[in-house]
């Protein structure tokens, strides 16, 4: 099943600025089953598709439940959810993809920054039921910002969770090298957040002897793209031998659909791997944040709605 629309039956205010949509089949059907890290593409008024992470157990079949953080510098797609989806209306998503996979491992670090909490919340609700030990380091702001912290505090594995707020006492914030110290081979550590959040912990993670297949990450937005150094670039098309010209402030995808060829994208943003396209020639330009750095390396396919060239010319496996 690709899409299917379903009804938002409840919307709540989790914390300042954060908001979180139920969602449910309006004949009351089971919904696809879904694993902890799995998100959908939601359809939002306007447009925009985006990915929200799924927050509820994942082993409820009557409900999705995600979380959106108002962010009034993106596309409007946050705003949008907030503003103009209520209870009661229906909205088409996908059905759940998992591109944040939960492995078993004897010991797992969870490491939450803001709304990035989301798919570490139903790691951390899987984790306990399978009594697996783990620890969730959630960081936000503050605690007004701090999205399901009663229904963290009051949960089974409160015990386990650790909160630690921008605007908290020094005593209380993450003392990451401590948190990251200790960790043996087949340990796991999972890391959700924006973009600076990310690059922290995951420098501080090699820095403390965590290897890169020991380390999983998933960023919640795109990264914000320096394109001050953005030049030109040909796209030749393997199947036409056609080349299309990307000038410095054209994007890759726009110009292939204004020569009829359409690649199918959904978050635009470098973040689902919709778009993903092989490469057989030149080397891309990766801004992506889906790859790994070792899957970047080999330049043998990219996302084209992000990315662009460091060569003259890619040639595209379409
Ligand atoms: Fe999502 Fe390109 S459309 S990565």
Request: aromatic letters at 6%; glycine letters at 8%.
């Amino acid at each position: 099943m690709d899409s299917l629309d379903v009804k938002v039956i409840r919307k709540t205010l989790e914390a300042e600025g954060i908001t979180s949509f139920e969602l449910a089949r309006a004949d009351g059907a089971p919904l696809p089953a879904f694993s902890a890290g799995s998100h959908v593409d939601v359809q939002i008024p306007g447009g925009l598709t985006r990915q929200y992470s799924l927050c509820n157990d994942a082993t409820e079949q009557h409900r999705y439940r995600i979380a959106v953080l108002r962010d009034p510098a993106s596309r409007g797609g946050s705003v949008a959810m907030h503003d103009a989806v209520n209870e009661g209306d229906v909205i088409r998503i996908s059905a759940p993809k998992n591109h944040f996979p939960l492995q078993h491992a004897p010991r797992t670090l969870l490491l939450a920054g803001g709304i990035g909490v989301t798919p570490l919340l139903c790691m951390a609700q899987r984790l306990a039921a399978i009594n697996a030990d783990f620890t969730l380091h959630y960081c936000t702001r503050s605690a007004e910002r701090t999205a399901f912290r009663k229904e963290i505090g009051s949960s089974a594995f409160a015990d386990k969770v650790s909160f630690h707020f921008d605007a908290g006492p020094a005593e209380q914030k993450l003392d990451l090298p401590a948190a990251l110290a200790g960790a043996a081979p087949d340990h796991q550590l999972y890391v959700c957040g924006p973009a600076g959040f990310i690059d922290h912990v995951v420098g501080a993670a090699k820095a403390s002897g965590w290897r890169s297949e020991q380390i999983h990450l998933e960023y919640f937005g795109a990264a914000p793209q320096d394109t001050a150094g953005d030049t030109g670039f040909e796209v030749k098309i393997a199947s036409t031998g056609q080349s299309y010209t990307v000038g410095p402030e054209h994007n890759i995808i726009q110009v292939l659909k204004d020569h009829g060829i359409e690649i199918l994208t959904s978050c635009e943003q470098g973040v689902c791997g919709t778009c993903i396209t092989r490469v057989l020639e030149g080397e891309p330009d990766h801004r992506d944040m889906y790859f790994t750095d070792e899957e970047k390396a080999k330049n043998d396919q990219f996302t084209p709605c992000c990315s662009r060239a460091k060569s003259k010319t890619l040639v595209l496996d379409l």
